[in-house]
């Protein structure tokens, strides 16, 4: 459904042409209307990535105070072991040869930090993505985004050694979905986030005594 133009919006809410504007990129940051050049403002539906973008600000914030960090990684931990649970009951053959080449990926990455990091972010977004449903998959990423972005900068070869313990965590993960087993399934994820919370919390507290 289109909006009125500037113009008739201008006069109805008597306004200057900036006001009505910034009114309209507001609410198309918010995912509530379409603006193309020459044609009038159209209303449409948020997404999930909009939805849980507006909460980014807050959720940086929040990270940033003291216990966030630890607060995030529990509910990623609470949200992945459901996800893990569903996916060792209900992935399909197709579903899981995506995981296990998600799974090769993060194997040949090993060496590479940059590359690690992203093949470990696609191996737990094929996860999340087997559910099927777009709100699971926004949250998602915004948690990993939202958590990668507050990790400390950490030597190379420290990275290595965590980038293979954590490979060998996935494909236990791996392994419980394939033989469709919810609750090892669930037992190898929350060993592997565990793990990696512990190790970056690690991390941190080194780099804080360096400072």
């Not at 003291?66 to 990623?76: C, K, S, V, Y």
């Not at 494909?171 to 090892?184: L, Q």
């Amino acid at each position: 459904e289109q909006l009125p133009s500037e113009r008739e919006l201008m006069a109805f809410f008597n306004v200057g042409r900036p006001s009505v504007r910034e009114a309209l990129a507001a609410l198309k940051r918010k995912g509530l209307v379409q603006i193309n050049n020459g044609e009038r403002a159209r209303v449409s539906r948020p997404s999930a990535d909009t939805i849980i973008g507006e909460l980014s600000g807050m959720a940086k914030d929040f990270l940033s105070h003291p216990g966030g960090i630890a607060h995030f990684e529990q509910l990623r931990l609470f949200f992945e072991s459901s996800l893990v649970r569903y996916a060792a009951e209900h992935a399909t053959d197709e579903q899981i040869d995506l995981l296990a080449k998600a799974l090769e990926i993060n194997s040949q990455s090993l060496d590479n930090n940059a590359a690690f990091i992203r093949s470990d972010v696609d191996f737990h977004r094929v996860l999340a993505e087997i559910p099927g449903n777009p709100i699971f998959m926004a949250i998602h990423v915004a948690l990993l985004d939202w958590l990668i972005a507050a990790r400390p900068t950490v030597a190379d070869q420290a990275l290595h050694e965590h980038n293979n313990v954590s490979y060998q965590q996935h494909i236990a993960i791996v392994d419980a979905i394939r033989r469709h087993d919810p609750d090892e399934a669930d037992r190898a994820l929350q060993s592997h986030l565990n793990s990696v919370s512990a190790t970056w919390h690690a991390f941190g507290q080194t780099t804080n005594k360096k400072k």
